[in-house]
């Protein structure tokens, strides 16, 4: 079959398809090659993903990245360059892509000391392992049943240690084994899993001899894949396991000591200013492992154990009370540590072990007593997704002298057996983010990608700590055209939407940015911070890594297919009451595709449906707003988020603020009493009604719950009425039994239209089912005349008994 295109249809085709092309999209982000570099150099570096033919920009996360060039852009892959400067970290560092028309999940790669070397097969046997050099990294893969091995050689007492990144790399739950073998395959050392790591090992060993040894890298199980890729760290660098103390004041210098597994070097170390939650710690003054240990950095001080302190008595005396850090060494297998710690009545003290999190083997069990040895609480497990650090809350019942015991849940000990346990109850501190608003995936919609003339919004919830009052928003550095419109995150209420406008004019471009909460009282000094966690590491249910950012990637976009606008309702919602929110969507000529829209926040005491959908080729959509009775009268600014596929992913696009205004109810009513009757018949429902204000005119009044077979008239009332009463008809299609949880709709007039509001919540009415007549009694025959004739007895007419009566006939018919 041939179709043939008129002039006018083949232009409008063309017209539909350059639409197509030009509306926003979800890019989708799958990995990159290699996973990583050598910083103080150029990465060519190939991004891979879907939606990408419209690739713009990599968004870093980190200072210290420049993207140089894009080398070739394709639907499913990307090349540019990149430059890492000489002082990023090591480690691991989120980025994401930035299309013309949209944001991608995030991803990470791990910038190392050493440069690349890319495995070469075949080297799956011994003899004919790769020759690397030291301080190498490797970038590999291990496929089904492989094995790789590369040979270095070394001088006798020199450091070998070998390092891999596996199940950190993100692709899936790779669970590398390596191992550094002699000339004579003999396992001189191995690892496969560890503490500070988990599935990802390392391990060192000092060269018995001038000649070769050989690193092996396998998956643990001899399964590997296509996917089960490696970076393999190949240097003389020294590898702690742990930091003690493992944590300090920020701004502070710190000394602390670096253990290994067989030894230690100590230094002295200036902590950063500001709080970061996923800083690592690297040596200054050794050769520095690709990857550092972490550091808890906090605003309080630390108390370190001094020895002898394994019983009440002798417990080592902090110098302050909460908030404070206890830090100690569970040194030999059985060893107890005590803290002696002053505290205030009624103190809510949190006590929070950290040692699994920082790589020590400590599984903590932490008590607390008070001076006469009597328990306060004690917890082994459950501080965290390293469940096997410690945390509980505890209530002090005195001002007075507290004893904080540490051990090990195995009575293990060790150099490396390293704890923290922080207790802090008056630290004032206000952080915020975003929900997970899908299940098992952390990153979805958790950037601002905002259309050119729209909006983006995101939920941020507020997580509050001895602080107050109201505080406003504030972001620096954002792209060019683009504003915040939330202002202020209120005290009473537990989150707020964050929305971001772009100007039609807004040049498409992005940046990280830092977005805080800072009080509108000058005394108070508290900033309240991002805290993003994104899950980086995850199988199903079972997360092994996550990261924490203070950054929120916003980015201006091409416009979207559609735009999206709650009418301004012009009635109040009152307590007790309903208001519909009506949302209105613009397309553009050619976009019919369904729009998921998403109700972004509520305030308190206000409940709806999380979402509606527009459906396709239509343009509206409403929202139930139900007020509870204590919800407070004020101003409220409400706004929804557009979702929609429109060809190449999910297109996001928000209303305006829209002004929602609560008040007082103007009536109530008490619950109708329970009101009884017969199948086919009529009766009566009373309400009783209580005037709140005064308003003018009647207002309409209808029960509601009952479904349409049992009928009730309307009703009407005024600022006098005291009483309304609601006719009720039945019939034999009137459903027998209980209608509970029945209300009065009343729509009351108010300037601008009518506010409905719904009393007697509870009302009850109940249909019996008709009752049966009883039987008449037997007539006595009549006495007829010798000659008269025999006339018809006539039935005596039945005693019309009452309701009581009836229910006492049918209990007796029933038994």
Known sequence: MH???????????LLLAAASLAQAAYPEFTGTKPNGGQRGTDWKLTVTGNRLQDFESLIFFSPGFTQKSVDKVENNKVEVTVAVAADVVPG??????????????????????????DEKEPNTEFEAAQVVGFNQTVEGVVTTEDVDYYKITAKKGQRISVEVDGLRLGYVTFDPYIAIIDKDRFEKAFSDDTILHRQDGYCSFVAEYDGDYFVMVRESSYRGGGNNFYRLHIGGFRRPDVVYPAGGKIGSKTPVRFIEKDSSFEEEVQLPADVDPG?????????????GNPFRLVPFDNALEAEPN???????????????????VIETPGDIDFFKVPLKKDQQVVLQAFAQSLGSPLDSVVNVYNEKGASLGGNDDGGGRRRLDSKQTVKIPADGNYYVRVTDHLERGGPNYVYRIELIASQPELTFASPHYSVNDSHYRQFMAIPRGGRMALLENFTRSNVGGDFKFEASGLPAGVKLLTEIAPKDQPGMPL????????????ATVPVTLTSVDPNVKVVGRMRQEFDIVRAGNVVYYTEIEDKLPVAVVEEAPYSLEIVKPTAPLVNNGILNLKVVAKRQEGFKAPIRVLMVWKPNGISTLGEQTIPEGQNECSFQLDANANTPAGTWKFVVMGEADAGKGRVYNASPFCEVFTAPAFVSAPAIPLTAVEQGKETIMLAKIEHLLPFEGEAKAQVVGVPETIPI????????????????KTHDKSPVGKQANLFVSVEVPVPGGTSTHRIALGSILRIDAPRKAPAAPAAAAPVVAANKPKEEAKPAAPKVLSRLEQLRLEAAGAK
């Open 3 to 13: 179709c043939i295109m008129t002039p006018k249809v083949f232009i409008s085709a």
């Open 92 to 117: 691991n560092h989120l980025l994401r892509i930035r299309t013309k028309s949209g944001v991608s999940h995030a991803r990470q790669v791990f910038v190392g000391p050493f440069p690349n070397v």
């Open 279 to 291: 800083f690592m710690l690297y040596s200054k003054t050794q050769e520095a492992a690709p990857s």
């Open 310 to 328: 394994n019983e009440q008595a002798k417990a080592t005396v902090t110098p302050t009370g909460e908030p404070i850090a206890l830090n100690g």
């Open 499 to 510: 929305v971001f406008e772009a100007a039609p004019d807004a040049p498409l471009g992005h």
């Open 713 to 728: 008239e309307g009703a009407t009332i005024n600022k006098e009425t005291k009483e309304v009463s609601f006719k009720v």
